[in-house]
């Protein structure tokens, strides 16, 4: 009993002691992240203001913001403007991917809604549905890029064939390779790999709702579209906007779908694409980690954004 | 009234034959195509027509794609491991444990999971030939802790938060430490969880692209998604359908059986962790 008592007295607190072994098991957990996380961004951050070559990673020089934008007077008076920042290709690959990010999120989150409130009504086959759409899910993006590649085959795909029996179409469409359909490929593919996905956070937020309200609604003769849009979306706001979040940040960083159902397509290639094409392909190391820099920066704002709605929401004030 | 109910029955179910149709066909047709041979590729066929094992043979009978399914196995499980390892205790310390500038770490897990992987390619590009482990599965275990470590703290650490009190508190007064109440009194209920959270890392590790894609450069050590990219046939021009689609329902129908059997914890994991999958 007075050993008990001498250790509590002489000791450190419970509280600390609990501090200190919390320290030790984040330790290792950190130290990992800081290695392949947070010193490859610093160093792909360096890169971007060197002129670094992927012959020559170590003795680069530093140029500044060379890479970004540079401003040259030539002899003859005229100035020349070079880098990212004036690079057409960049500002493509930039309005690709806003383009993409924000029409494939916008599909995705109506068919994901459709989908969620049919798996929200209580019904037979229920089960079967869920398993159905954990399909797209579990495929791996490649794979389905390969599937859908092939159904889009100009030649001898599906898709062509179906559309040709319906009539809605009069010659094989190139899908995949012409520059006018390329994006709409890609995006398909997105929406079907990516709606059950966003379908799953929404059911998660639509059996939050208590059922009472439905009921109510319904003994009231309200019409159910009015009670979606007046009671059940507002309620589900919370989750819908998070699963719209994470899915836009995913979507702006697209690289394995589009590099593999359109290799080489100016119509369909994004950021992270063509900033890998610089720094591997092309051997411009320190020009794809500029433009690598840039996407990250940009993302940087959208995630403290988000993390700032998700702190004003917490607090319960505003909205 | 009766006639209008029944109407409305069918339209509800000719949604949900919609729904499932487009999710499975693909996968469907990619069986069927995986099964067909030579002119049978060049018609669309919408029903089996034989079921010719030749592709299979050609994938499997090769010698570099089982090689890169080990691969893909071996990384895969070696990341989810380690990954594992590191999260369990790091999320017991941030489920469990008061302490300062708690909130502001989870905020940055989250946000490293949400990092463009090509932000860090060229730095860690540095750092594997740094190592001098370019070219070998290391590269890729190294790489993808970036995304699979913090999934898997943030999504033990939104399971470990729900575990009762009461558990740690009599752990406490019988003289317990941290250690011993992860090792001996949480991990035994924390089994489903871990589970599900491997397993959904043990996917992302599988079918990661562009790690796999930049940190190999001979055949032998590409992983599974790598591979089936960059089959190709005798031509330029050619492109190998029967085998392409063999290869790819060899390594999506484990996923899917694993995906099914586990989907109700899978369902759970996702939404805790509002993490992509």
Redesign the interface.
């Known amino acids: 009993m007075t050993d008990q008592v001498m250790a509590q007295a002489s000791g450190p607190s419970?509280?600390q002691?609990?501090?200190r072994?919390?320290?030790w098991?984040?330790a290792?957990?950190?130290v990992?992240?800081f290695?392949?996380?947070a010193?490859?961004?610093?160093?792909?951050i360096w890169?971007?203001m060197t002129d670094a070559t992927l012959s020559n990673?170590y003795d680069a020089e530093w140029i500044g913001f060379g890479n970004y934008l540079q401003v040259r007077e030539l002899s003859s008076g005229r100035t020349v403007y070079r880098g990212t920042l004036v690079d057409p290709d960049w500002w493509n690959a930039v309005w690709n991917t806003v383009r993409f990010s924000f029409a494939s999120v916008f599909f995705e989150t109506i068919f994901g809604l459709?989908?969620a409130l049919?798996m929200n009504?209580e019904?037979k086959?229920r089960s079967?549905?869920?398993?159905?759409?954990?399909?797209?899910?579990?495929?791996?993006?490649?794979?389905?890029?390969?599937?859908?590649g092939?159904?889009l085959?100009d030649?001898?795909?599906?898709i062509n064939?179906i559309l040709l029996n319906l009539g809605l179409i009069d010659q094989k469409i190139a899908w995949t390779a012409s520059p006018e359909t390329a994006m709409t490929a890609v995006l398909i593919v997105d929406v079907?790999k990516t709606t059950?996905?966003m379908a799953?956070?929404i059911l998660?937020g639509l059996q939050m709702v208590p059922r009472d309200i439905y009921e109510a609604a319904r003994i009231d003769g309200i019409n159910p579209v009015k009670v979606f849009f007046k009671v059940t979306l507002p309620l589900i706001k919370p989750a819908l906007m998070?699963?719209v979040i994470?899915?836009l940040?995913?979507a702006?960083?697209i690289?394995?779908l589009v590099?593999?159902l359109t290799p080489n397509s100016s119509a369909t290639k994004t950021?992270?694409v063509i900033?890998?094409e610089n720094?591997?392909d092309f051997d411009k190391?320190a020009y794809?980690?500029a433009q690598?820099?840039l996407?990250?920066a940009i993302?940087a704002v959208f995630?403290s954004l988000y993390?700032w709605i998700g702190r004003v929401d917490l607090s319960g004030g505003r909205d | 009234m009766q006639q209008h109910k029944l109407l409305k029955n069918i339209a509800?179910?000719a949604?949900?034959i919609v729904?499932?149709v487009?999710?499975?066909f693909?996968?469907y047709?990619?069986i069927v195509?995986s099964f067909s041979t030579g002119s049978q590729?060049?018609?669309?066929n919408?029903w089996p027509k034989a079921f010719n094992w030749a592709n299979y043979e050609a994938v499997l009978g090769g010698r570099n794609f089982p090689r890169s399914i080990m691969n893909s196995l071996f990384i895969a499980g070696c990341t989810v491991g380690f990954s594992l390892f590191?999260?369990v205790?790091?999320s017991?310390?941030?489920a469990r444990?008061?302490?300062r500038g708690r909130g502001l770490?989870l905020?940055t897990?989250?946000?490293?999971s949400?990092?463009?992987?090509?932000?860090?390619?060229?730095?860690?590009?540095?750092?594997v030939?740094f190592l001098g482990i370019f070219n070998t599965p290391w590269a890729m275990i190294?790489?993808y802790?970036?995304f699979t470590?913090?999934f898997t703290?943030w999504v033990l650490t939104t399971f470990m938060r729900d575990l009762p009190v009461e558990i740690e508190e009599a752990a406490?007064v019988d003289g317990a430490?941290?250690?011993v109440i992860?090792t001996q009194v949480f991990l035994p209920l924390l089994w489903p969880a871990l589970v599900t959270t491997g397993l959904l890392a043990f996917?992302g590790a599988?079918?990661e692209?562009?790690f796999a894609?930049?940190f190999t450069s001979s055949e032998s050590q590409r992983t599974?998604?790598?591979a089936?990219?960059m089959l190709s046939g005798a031509s330029a021009q050619e492109i190998p359908?029967g085998p392409?689609?063999a290869a790819?329902v060899i390594?999506?129908v484990p996923?899917?059986v694993?995906?099914?059997i586990f989907?109700r914890k899978?369902?759970a994991g996702?939404?805790a962790g509002?993490?992509?999958?």
Do not use: C, H
């Open positions: 419970l509280q002691r609990r501090q072994a919390a320290f098991f984040l290792p957990m950190l990992a992240l290695f392949v996380a010193w490859p961004l610093l160093r792909t890169f971007s990673l459709i989908v049919v009504a019904f086959g079967i549905v869920r398993a159905a759409i954990l399909i797209p899910w579990a495929i791996p993006t490649i794979v389905s890029a390969k599937m859908w092939w159904m085959n030649q001898f795909g599906i064939d079907w059950p996905f799953l956070l998660a998070v699963a994470f899915r940040l995913d702006l960083r690289f394995d590099y593999v950021m992270s900033s890998r720094m591997i190391f794809g980690a690598s820099t996407l990250f993302i995630v993390i | 509800f179910y949604l949900v729904i499932v487009f999710a499975v693909p996968f047709y990619a195509t590729l060049f018609q669309v919408y590191l999260a205790t790091a017991y310390a941030l444990v008061r302490f770490l905020m897990i989250l946000a490293v949400m990092f463009p992987q090509i932000a860090v390619l060229a730095g860690l590009f540095e750092l030939r190294l790489s802790t970036i470590l913090p703290v406490i430490s941290p250690w992860i996917i599988w079918n692209f562009l894609l930049t599974v998604p790598v089936i990219a359908w392409i689609m790819s390594v999506t996923l899917i694993l995906v099914l989907q899978i369902v996702l939404t509002g993490v992509k999958g």
